[in-house]
Structure formats: C-alpha cells, structure tokens
C-alpha cells in the first residue's frame, strides 16, 4: 500500500499476551458506524500483519485463512457470524501495552475509513491470501491458512518501498 508510513517502532518487547477478541474489542470500541463483521476481521487481520512485519512477534496466536471474502479468523467468524452484514455495536476495550495500543491506534488511522468491501478488495490484490488462494476459484470454499513467513514478509517489504517514497 503506497505512502503506508508508520509513526513508532520499538523492539525487544515480550510476545504480546492478546487474544484476537481484545483486539477485535478495541476496534468495536471506535463507535464506526460502518464495524461490519468483514471489517472487523480485515482490520484484525492487518493489525496481526503489521504487527509480525514491523515488530516480529505475533499480536496474538490466532490465525487467519484464505476465505472467499479474503483473510478470516474462523473463532471470530463464529464469535461475531450473528451480526451477518449488519453494523456489530460497539464494546469497551481492554487495556494494551504502550506498543500494542500504538500499533491499532495506527492500523486503525491507516485503514479504518475503509469500508468492509474496500478491505476485501485490498487484501484480494496482496501476496498472503493470493498465495494461499492458489488455484482455487473465486467463490471456492477454502480453510488453507495464511502463512506467517509470507505476511511477514510482504507488509514488511510494503512498509519499506513507502519509507522510500
């Protein structure tokens, strides 16, 4: 993503103790009116990539795959399914360490004027859920997960090609 410009970096931090639905609370939390259940999980999801790219460590365990709508963590696919195409109502976020808190804040100002669909678009066009797609058809049911080594990889080589922008 061209001009995607992050404003902190810190290293030599301890694997973040988060679980996807804290992560998914906070960003409930910014009362968006447009918090579809696919924005949620494409917001996540670029919170865990951007996290393991630019920090090399997991912001949480859980794991995205390569769904037909783009990345999809399955726990909060069935935590979050009820809501269907409708807005998900705010809830409270939990406390995060500096970092963490830095690092949403960040994904959140970057991509949270996006709409659900834009996100899909988006992450349809980058290497972690093409290279897991595969050969699969457009609207083939899929469960193959995103690699680590590969997300990292890719945000990490955005992130560079816009710092020499």
Not at 98 to 114: C, H, K, N, P, T
Request: negative net charge; charged residues 25%.
């Amino acid at each position: 993503m061209k001009g995607v410009k992050f404003s902190f970096l810190s290293e030599g931090r301890k694997m973040s103790q988060n679980s996807i639905f804290d992560v998914a609370k906070f960003f409930l939390s910014k009362n968006d009116a447009n918090m579809t259940h696919k924005k949620l999980q494409k917001l996540c999801y670029y919170a865990f990539s951007w996290n393991l790219a630019l920090r090399n460590k997991f912001l949480f365990r859980e794991q995205f795959q390569a769904w037909v709508h783009g990345p999809v963590a399955p726990v909060l696919y069935s935590k979050y399914k009820e809501h269907g195409w409708k807005t998900i109502p705010s809830e409270d976020a939990p406390s995060f360490d500096q970092d963490d808190q830095a690092m949403l804040e960040e994904v959140f100002r970057i991509y949270g004027s996006f709409t659900g669909d834009e996100l899909e678009t988006l992450t349809h066009s980058e290497e972690p859920w093409v290279y897991a797609r595969g050969d699969l058809a457009p609207y083939e049911p899929s469960q193959v997960q995103l690699s680590d080594a590969i997300i990292k990889d890719y945000y990490l080589r955005v992130y560079e090609r816009a710092q020499n922008d």
